[in-house]
C-alpha cells in the first residue's frame, strides 16, 4: 500500500469514536487509535507490552483467549459496557471495541416498559373474564347490575392507561406540533375543576381558583390543559378527606409559574427525583387504593418541555405538596 494512504487511513482512525488496538505475537502494542488512548488513559503506547499499559482485566483476558479467528464479548471499561471484537490476522490480534451503553440502557427501558403495560391491562382484563363468567350463570337483575358496574369500572381504567399512553407516544414522537395562543387562565381551571368535581366530593376536598381572572398564558391550550388535570387530580387524589387544593399563578422575572398546591400526605424526599418517570409510584400499598398508573406526571413533564418550560416540586410528609410549572414568557 502507497505510504501516503496508509497515513490516511491511520489518521482517519483516529476520528473513530470506537477503540482500536494491534498486538503482536509477544503481546506488545503496535498500534492504538486516539480513542483507546484516551479512554484507557494512556500515553504513548507503542513498543510496550500490554499488560504493563493497560490495567484492564477484561481486556487483558480477552487477549490471553486462544483465539482462531475471531472472539465477541461484552466488556466493561470504566462503568460502562463495551462490545469487543478480537481478530486473530496474522498471528497479530486486532481489538475493537465499541460503547454500547446507552443501547443497553434504552433496550432495558423498552423491556420495562412492555412489561409495565402488560402487567397494568393483565388486572383489568383478569377482573373482565371473571365478570363474563359470573354473569353467564347469573340470573338476578341485581347481582348482574353489580357486576356490570365492576366490568365499566376496569374498561375505564384500561381506557385511561390507552388514552394516557397515546398521548406520551404523541408527545415523544413531537409528532404533534404544539400550537400556542393566548390563553385566559383562569376559565382552563375553572373548567378542571368542574370535570373533577366527582372525585374531589367523594373525598370532601376544596379547589380553590385563585388565578386572577385576566392573567392569560401563551400556551397550547388542549396540551396545557392535560398537564394542569394531572395536576390537580394528584392533588385531589393524594389528599386527606377533607383537605383543600389551591391554584394560583404569577408572573416572576421572566416566567410565568403557575403552582397547584395541596394540604396532602406530601411525597418522601428520595422519591421526588422518581416521581416523574414513567410509572412511578411512590409505595405501591398507599396509591393502591387510588387508581393510576404513573403515567401523569411524566405527561405532565413532557407538555411543559414542549412549551420550553419545567416543572418544579416542593413537598413535606404529612403536610403537602406543591408543583409548580415555570413557562418563559413570550
Ligand atoms: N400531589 C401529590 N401528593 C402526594 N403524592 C403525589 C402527588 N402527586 C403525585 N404523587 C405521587 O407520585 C406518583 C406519580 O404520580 P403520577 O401522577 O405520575 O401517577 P399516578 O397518579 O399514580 O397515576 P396516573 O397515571 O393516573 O396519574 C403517585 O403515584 C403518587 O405516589
Ligand atoms: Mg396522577
Known amino acids: 500500500m502507497e505510504e501516503s494512504l496508509k497515513d490516511t487511513l491511520i489518521g482517519f482512525l483516529d476520528f473513530l469514536k470506537e477503540g482500536l488496538i494491534v498486538i503482536d505475537q509477544n503481546k506488545n502494542i503496535q498500534y492504538m487509535n486516539r480513542y483507546a488512548k484516551d479512554l484507557l488513559n494512556v500515553k504513548n503506547p507503542e513498543g510496550k507490552r500490554f499488560s504493563q499499559v493497560v490495567k484492564n482485566n477484561y481486556l487483558y483476558s480477552l487477549i490471553s483467549a486462544d483465539i482462531k479467528n475471531e472472539l465477541k464479548e461484552e466488556i466493561i471499561i470504566d462503568d460502562d459496557i463495551f462490545l469487543a471484537k478480537v481478530l486473530n490476522i496474522n498471528g497479530k490480534k486486532v481489538i475493537h471495541f465499541q460503547d454500547i451503553t446507552p443501547f443497553e440502557i434504552y433496550k432495558q427501558a423498552k423491556k420495562d416498559f412492555v412489561s ?6 393483565k388486572t383489568p382484563i383478569t ?16 347481582v348482574i347490575k353489580g357486576f356490570l358496574k365492576k366490568a365499566k369500572k376496569r374498561i375505564h381504567q384500561m381506557d385511561s392507561l390507552i388514552n394516557d ?24 381551571v375553572n373548567q378542571i375543576i368542574d370535570d373533577l368535581q366527582h372525585i374531589a366530593s367523594e373525598k370532601s376536598v376544596k379547589v380553590k381558583n385563585s388565578v386572577y381572572s385576566d ?8 396540551k396545557f390543559s392535560i398537564l394542569l388535570k394531572n395536576l390537580i387530580e394528584n392533588a385531589i387524589k393524594y389528599n386527606k378527606q377533607g383537605g383543600l387544593v389551591s ?29 416523574f418517570e414513567r410509572f412511578y409510584r411512590v409505595d405501591k400499598s398507599r396509591s393502591r387504593n387510588v387508581g393510576g ?9 413532557h407538555i411543559a418541555e ?20 415555570k413557562l418563559p414568557v413570550e
Open 116 to 121: 409495565n403495560v402488560s402487567h397494568e391491562l
Open 127 to 142: 377482573v373482565l373474564k371473571g365478570v363474563i363468567e359470573t354473569l353467564e350463570n347469573e340470573d338476578k337483575m341485581e
Open 165 to 188: 399512553l397515546l398521548i406520551l407516544a404523541k408527545l415523544e414522537s413531537k409528532e404533534e406540533k404544539i400550537q400556542k395562543k393566548k390563553v385566559k387562565l383562569r376559565g382552563v
Open 215 to 222: 392573567f392569560t398564558v401563551f400556551v397550547d391550550e388542549k
Open 247 to 275: 391554584v394560583t399563578a404569577e408572573q416572576k422575572d421572566r416566567y410565568v409559574l403557575i403552582a397547584v398546591s395541596d394540604t396532602g400526605i406530601g411525597i418522601p424526599k428520595e422519591s421526588l427525583p422518581l416521581i
Open 293 to 301: 398508573t404513573g403515567l401523569g406526571l411524566s405527561i405532565v413533564k
Open 306 to 325: 414542549a412549551h420550553n418550560g419545567k416543572v418544579e416540586v416542593e413537598s413535606q410528609i404529612g403536610k403537602g405538596s406543591k408543583f409548580i410549572v
